[in-house]
């Protein structure tokens, strides 16, 4: 059974770092896209970066280039998010999520809360 | 960037009613278009992928259709699980992925 668990979220102030981590499990993590998403509150989904299995190439959305940077360990099965220079518009829940070129986003985790509040 | 303009912003139903969402895509993106189904509280849940295949689990009464810049996500009959958000997102010409505004399917 596949399954994705973050953790790391929480209350940053402005300006400041976390860093969000997903275990993965129940597929071959290696041979997978994963990326975040993330959700404001109230609002709707954004993507926030990728990373493939295939070459560790990296994307990320214009919002949080330059800020953030998307790493996997594939010896642990582990998919990071460092988020730098946090703003208030960065709140939100995290998701990590497994992505397939044709099936699309087919697994995603629970969410990790990130608040960036003064 | 792809747009996808997701209509109505809510709609408002009764259990057993048929639920027609639309969502339209600033340039074509094939076939490459999914659908998920958000509930509160909840993770989103693949429904649709590649226009028109249902993921697995997903009930008969969801369907999708449409290619290009035009899709459609069909209740046939709503059960009372199916109120919900719905979101579109492409796959076409990435990044950035790109996802709908959302639909939100109310009890009328």
């Known amino acids: 059974e596949v399954e994705l668990v973050e953790s790391g979220g929480g209350l940053v102030k402005p300006g400041g770092s976390l860093r969000l981590s997903c275990a993965a499990s129940?597929?071959?993590?290696?041979?997978?896209?994963m990326i975040w998403v993330r959700q404001a509150p109230g609002k709707g989904l954004e993507w926030v970066s990728s990373?493939?299995?295939?070459?560790?190439?990296?994307y990320y959305a214009d919002s949080v280039k330059g800020r953030f940077a998307i790493s996997r360990d594939n010896t642990d099965n582990s998919l990071y998010l460092q988020m730098n220079s946090l703003r208030a518009d960065d709140t939100g829940l995290y998701y990590c999520?497994?992505?397939?070129?044709?099936?699309?986003?087919?697994?995603w985790g629970q969410g990790t809360l990130v608040t960036v509040s003064s | 960037e792809i747009v996808l303009t997701q209509t109505p912003a809510t709609l408002s139903l009764s259990p057993g009613e048929r639920a027609t969402l639309s969502c339209r895509a600033s340039?074509?993106?094939?076939?490459?278009l999914a659908w998920y189904q958000q509930k509160p509280g909840q993770a989103p849940r693949l429904l649709i992928y590649?226009?028109?295949n249902r993921a697995a689990g997903i009930p008969v009464r969801f369907s999708g259709s449409g290619s290009g810049t035009d899709f459609t996500l069909t209740i046939s009959s709503l059960e009372p699980e199916d109120f919900a958000v719905y979101y579109c997102?492409?796959?076409?010409?990435?990044?950035?992925?790109?996802f709908g505004g959302g639909t939100k399917v109310e009890i009328k």
């Open positions: 340039q074509s993106v094939s076939s490459h």
């Open positions: 590649d226009a028109s």
């Open positions: 997102q492409q796959g076409s010409n990435w990044p950035p992925l790109t």
């Open positions: 129940g597929f071959i993590f290696s041979a997978n896209t």
């Open positions: 990373i493939r299995g295939s070459n560790n190439y990296r």
């Open positions: 999520a497994r992505y397939d070129d044709y099936v699309n986003i087919d697994y």
